[in-house]
């Protein structure tokens, strides 16, 4: 998946991420061991969408004293989920990671040609699903909409070559 800085402004939280796992973690009585630490660091150093083989990437390598193993990594992710400060979503059948805690919603549009994923708000698709929910006696909690297709940039590029020829 491209790397793709997210568009939308951060909001201001009274708690940082690090501050609001740390209470998830009391509140279940989990420990901040070295490990999450260190996943917590680099995942909220930047802001972006990714999945768990571009985490590890970027991680210490094995031997070092922050090595994180793979499965710790995958655990540690379902902790943010849980802890709210990350949302996961599946993009052709792969995981991938988003900032939930102190960022606006916001839906994905999904370019199947290079796979990055522009982020978009409209208020329009908010009003609608209310509709829907209410036609249906339903209370939304949340909602995952991604649209698939082709980027503005994959479009022209594609355009510049010559097609092949489609089979029946
Ligand atoms: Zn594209
Ligand atoms: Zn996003």
Do not use: N, W
Request: proline share 4%; charged share 30%; with cysteine.
């Amino acid at each position: 998946m491209e790397h793709e800085p997210t568009s939308l402004q951060r909001m201001k939280t009274a708690a940082s991420p690090e501050q609001r796992f740390h209470e998830y973690l009391q509140s279940r009585g989990m420990r901040s061991t070295r490990q999450r630490q260190v996943l917590l660091e680099q995942v909220f150093a930047e802001h972006d969408h990714f999945d768990a083989d571009q985490l590890i990437e970027k991680l210490p390598r094995r031997g070092s004293t922050d090595y994180v193993s793979r499965p710790t990594v995958y655990r540690t992710l379902g902790e943010f989920v849980d802890a709210g400060l990350l949302k996961k979503f599946e993009v052709d059948g792969r995981s991938v990671y988003d900032f939930d805690y102190g960022y606006p919603d916001h839906d994905h549009l999904h370019c199947q040609t290079c796979d990055r994923l522009i982020e978009f708000q409209a208020d329009g698709l908010e009003q609608v699903l209310r509709q829907v929910a209410e036609q249906h006696g339903f209370r939304i909690k949340s909602h995952t909409l991604i649209v698939d297709g082709i980027c503005e940039e994959c479009f022209k590029a594609r355009r510049r070559v010559p097609q092949r020829v489609d089979r029946i």
